[in-house]
């Protein structure tokens, strides 16, 4: 028997949700610190707020024990949901452009490497070191150190 579209997506995205928790699960446990959950949904293309984050995801994902580590069965139920949901997909183009324009506020076209760092750290959830430099090694520009904010946007909305 044939499986459905439906089922095929279920497929295709345990398997996606396993190779990323994969990543993180450095022991091989089966689990991985609450702190990393954040970090694998949006390498998923899952981007919830931090209030979110602790009142929706992380208490569905750990019960009652907020210091307890994140079980891979229990991230995996939740993530599938969320997929699905589509319910913290990423921004699109235009909005992050307005958002990146907002920051230029001199019409330059491109943002300081140093303004970005600063505000990804003082604003809203602050990123870690290792996140501010996966943005920084696709986003900012080897010449320059400029981040050309319309081509970065450019490319996240293009394959390959």
């Known amino acids: 028997m044939a499986m459905t579209q439906d089922e095929h997506w279920m497929e ?7 190779e990323a928790f994969a990543l993180f699960d450095k022991d091989k446990k089966g689990s991985v610190v609450q702190e990393e959950v954040s970090t694998i949904m949006r390498y998923l293309g899952a981007y919830p707020s931090e209030k979110a984050m602790t009142q929706e995801v992380l208490p569905d994902m750990q019960g009652d024990d907020v ?10 139920t939740k993530m599938l949901e969320i997929l699905a949901s589509r319910a913290w997909d990423p921004d699109p183009p235009e909005v992050l452009l307005r958002a990146f324009r907002a920051i230029d506020e001199k019409g330059c076209g491109y943002i300081e490497t140093a303004k970005m760092n600063e505000l990804l750290v003082s604003k809203g959830t602050p990123f870690r070191a290792k996140e501010i430099e996966a ?3 696709v986003a900012k520009d080897t ?11 450019a490319s996240l909305t293009t394959d390959g």
């Open 12 to 18: 295709a995205q345990r398997k996606r949700i396993k």
């Open 143 to 153: 010449e320059t150190g400029h981040i050309y904010f319309e081509d970065y946007v």
């Open 135 to 137: 943005f920084l090694s």
């Open 67 to 76: 210091t307890a580590a994140v079980t891979y069965a229990s991230f995996e």
